[in-house]
């Protein structure tokens, strides 16, 4: 069995598990299956996106936050995260959740492209589905906050691209590299020739990260086999001056797991997302 085949085996009993019986908010206007791909056709299951909306902001405009799913590259989509989505929304945000083609059947940057797609069809229809695009904002976790980062990155190359002006990474990769070992079968399937040194160098954020990039609400926890990655990247922030607020939750005595603030039931994930949107709104 492929290593890709493995992952989202396990990945969508834990995910479904965590998510068994909770349905859509009462308080929460949905928008579903659309297209940010222009002439996709129907059996386009990979450029789908969701716009969820506050039943009481009316027609209002809101600020908007765009979610890159995790999944370590290979597993996750909209449907994963939508309970997730929507407990972000009823905080008073348009959230805009959005699939992406995964590997190993799309090699990277397809990842990244998709993402690019995603933002743009958010700048292009802000005015239908009431963005307030002065106040864009972003999460992604693990894989999907290594994709978010380079996205951030790649608009300071491209000037078209709308910026968020803040975005939250959750329990992220941003240092391939120092976690080689536990990253070696998620890079087999993502990149074209299994992850050489030049490829592990075009998904690192610490090195292409420059002044450019928002301010970060940057998080981790006890129990996440990621939580080396954060101290890394907060150096990187601290010396390019860029703004950011760094958050560890649980303890030694009582670790969390990978991405926690998903479990949106948690008083830790609820504690968690409580302040990614403060953060935001410091924005």
């Not at 027609?59 to 290979?74: Q, R």
């Not at 975005?167 to 941003?174: I, P, Q, R």
Request: with cysteine; charged share 25%.
């Amino acid at each position: 069995m492929a290593f890709s085949d493995v992952v989202r085996r396990e990945f969508r009993a834990s995910d479904e598990a965590r998510d068994k019986g909770l349905t859509t908010d009462d308080g929460v206007v949905r928008c579903d299956n659309i297209s940010y791909l222009a002439g996709a056709g129907s059996e386009d299951v990979w450029h789908l996106l969701d716009v969820y909306r506050p039943k009481s902001a009316g027609d209002e405009k809101l600020p908007v936050i765009v979610s890159v799913h995790g999944g370590g590259w290979v597993y996750g989509d909209k449907d994963v995260y939508q309970y997730y989505c929507m407990d972000l929304c009823r905080r008073g945000f348009a959230v805009v959740n959005f699939s992406y083609r995964l590997a190993p059947e799309y090699k990277h940057p397809a990842q990244v492209e998709d993402t690019v797609l995603a933002f743009k069809w958010v700048k292009a229809n802000a005015e239908q589905y009431g963005f307030d695009l002065e106040h864009l904002y972003a999460v992604g976790d693990s894989a999907g906050a290594n994709i978010l980062s380079l996205y951030c990155i790649l608009c300071g190359k491209e000037k078209d691209l709308p910026l968020p002006k803040a975005v939250a990474l959750n329990c992220g990769v941003y240092s391939v590299r120092e976690v080689e070992r536990e990253m070696r079968g998620f890079m087999s399937e993502l990149m074209p020739n299994k992850g050489t040194t030049e490829e592990m160098d075009m998904l690192d954020v610490i090195s292409n990260i420059d002044e450019q990039f928002p301010p970060v609400f940057l998080m981790t926890c006890y129990g996440d086999f990621l939580k080396s990655q954060a101290p890394l990247l907060e150096d990187r922030l601290k010396l390019l001056g860029i703004p950011y607020v760094s958050k560890l939750y649980g303890s030694e005595e009582h670790p969390l797991r990978h991405v926690f603030h998903c479990d949106i039931r948690m008083p830790e994930a609820i504690r968690c997302n409580d302040e990614t949107c403060e953060f935001f709104v410091g924005f």
